[in-house]
């Protein structure tokens, strides 16, 4: 008689699909590959404790999303301590939709922004969420995730652009 648990009903399945994806959108939130996978497992563990319930909503990986997003902030309010910068031997995390040309700027700009405006724009540029799935995730109104939305854009554009490029626009 094996010492296993019973049929995992789908988690090891959900786990092994979502894995990937997952760490993307938890190294956009944390900027560290390390964070992020230590992220991802925090996450599935407190999925993984209410998986009977998750597995039949409609999308579990929105309810995984929201554990990361929450956690993610608990983390930073735990630690209180300055980010650390990337170091140039940190490579990006695997991306199967190809490079980005200006991937450290974007993630080195992310940074600077507030926990939820970070949360709001890596939701919905890299995440693909809608405002309403956000709003959800994140505990608060469509109006909230869109004005987080144009501050955080507008703050990456001011970071991203040189002078005379705003001055064109």
Request: net charge positive; aromatic share 6%.
């Amino acid at each position: 008689m094996s010492s296993q648990a019973p049929a995992d009903d789908g988690f090891r399945a959900f786990v092994e699909q979502q894995w990937g994806p997952l760490v993307r959108l938890a190294y956009l939130l944390t900027g560290d590959r390390g964070h992020a996978e230590d992220l991802v497992q925090a996450a599935l563990e407190k999925t993984h404790r209410r998986w009977g319930r998750v597995a039949r909503m409609e999308a579990p990986v929105a309810y995984v999303r929201k554990a990361m997003v929450n956690t993610a902030t608990s983390w930073r309010r735990r630690r209180r301590v300055s980010e650390v910068p990337l170091l140039a031997t940190d490579g990006p995390v695997p991306d199967p939709y190809g490079s980005v040309e200006h991937r450290q700027q974007v993630v080195a700009a992310l940074r600077t922004l507030p926990p939820r405006m970070r949360a709001v724009l890596v939701l919905r540029y890299f995440g693909d969420l809608s405002e309403a799935e956000i709003a959800e995730a994140l505990g608060c109104s469509v109006g909230t995730v869109k004005s987080q939305n144009s501050r955080g854009l507008e703050r990456l554009r001011a970071q991203l652009t040189t002078p005379l490029e705003r001055t064109r626009a």
